[in-house]
């Protein structure tokens, strides 16, 4: 009986990550940041990822063997190990990014962050806003 269990929830599993194609691989490339359920900075935070992790982004499926470009201009839909959200295009790169932690690693262990810290400093680069000021 176990055994059968098991196997129905490989199966599904398997379906599960079948619906979606993947497009390519990139890099995140900022120190720390989230995965979103929905393309939107604000929404809510499914997992937390830190530089240098590989995501996969994905096209969406919407029916037999037809798949759809989550077109979005900021955000990418992404697949992170059992995630599956959105990343801001912003952050992502093609090559693997040198990264504060792979520099300074005895600096960075040093700090002692825990999960709790890394999700409220994922969720600063979330709000933080790149470029120039167009402030005169």
């Excluded at 939107?40 to 982004?57: D, F, L, M, Q």
């Excluded at 839909?77 to 295009?89: E, T």
């Amino acid at each position: 009986m176990r055994n059968l269990a098991f196997i129905l929830v490989l199966i599904f599993s398997i379906s599960a990550f079948a619906k979606d194609k993947v497009v390519r691989v990139a890099y995140f490339k900022t120190l720390f940041g989230h995965i979103h359920r929905n393309p939107s900075k604000y929404s809510e935070s499914i997992s937390t990822i830190s530089c240098g992790y590989p995501v996969r982004i994905l096209k969406k499926s919407v029916g037999k063997k037809k798949y759809q470009e989550v077109f979005n201009k900021h955000f990418n839909y992404i697949s992170v190990g059992p995630y599956k959200g959105y990343i801001n295009k912003s952050y992502l790169t093609d090559r693997k990014p040198t990264c504060f932690q792979d520099r300074y690693p005895r600096f960075f262990d040093h700090l002692n962050l825990d999960l709790a810290e890394m999700y409220h400093w994922g969720k600063l680069y979330d709000q933080y806003e790149y470029g120039r000021s167009k402030v005169q």
